[in-house]
């Protein structure tokens, strides 16, 4: 059977009245909830989608840090936003973040909506090493 530790709260991380779990591990596995540009109070902070951008991926950098887990353990990223024409500013930041040699993979999409009105939303999965 495989253990699980569920990240409801923690430092950096929105206080939520939604019923979700910002993160759950299982074994060397973390797999992190929706992201959003939300402050630590739950309050959506509007933006460009440059600006959502990074405060979703603090939100995101902050969920797998309770978790135990480091950006570099980081393989798979999630992004959904809701104007095709952000693509270009996602893509910078996406190149800000994450080193060319160390770029987890991705999936990013359109949405008609996000919760809030928000612009974009990000979740992902980090693996590291048994020991």
């Known amino acids: 059977m495989t253990e699980k530790k569920y990240i409801i709260e ?14 759950v591990v299982a074994n060397n596995m973390c797999f992190v909830s929706g992201q959003l540009s939300v402050n630590e109070n739950g309050e959506y902070i509007a933006g460009s989608a440059l600006a959502e951008g990074r405060k979703a991926f ?13 950006k570099e353990d980081i393989v798979f990223v999630d992004i959904a936003f809701d104007d095709l024409n952000d ?12 080193p060319e040699n160390k770029r987890p993979a991705r999936t990013i999409y359109q949405v008609e909506a996000l919760p809030f009105g928000s612009k974009i939303k990000v979740m992902g999965t980090a693996v590291k090493d048994l020991k």
């Open 87 to 98: 693509l270009p500013e996602i893509n910078q930041l996406y190149i800000e973040l994450f």
């Open 58 to 70: 603090s939100n995101f950098f902050a969920a797998v840090k309770n978790a135990g887990f480091q």
């Open 10 to 23: 923690g430092e950096g991380l929105p206080q939520w009245s939604n019923p979700i779990s910002h993160a």
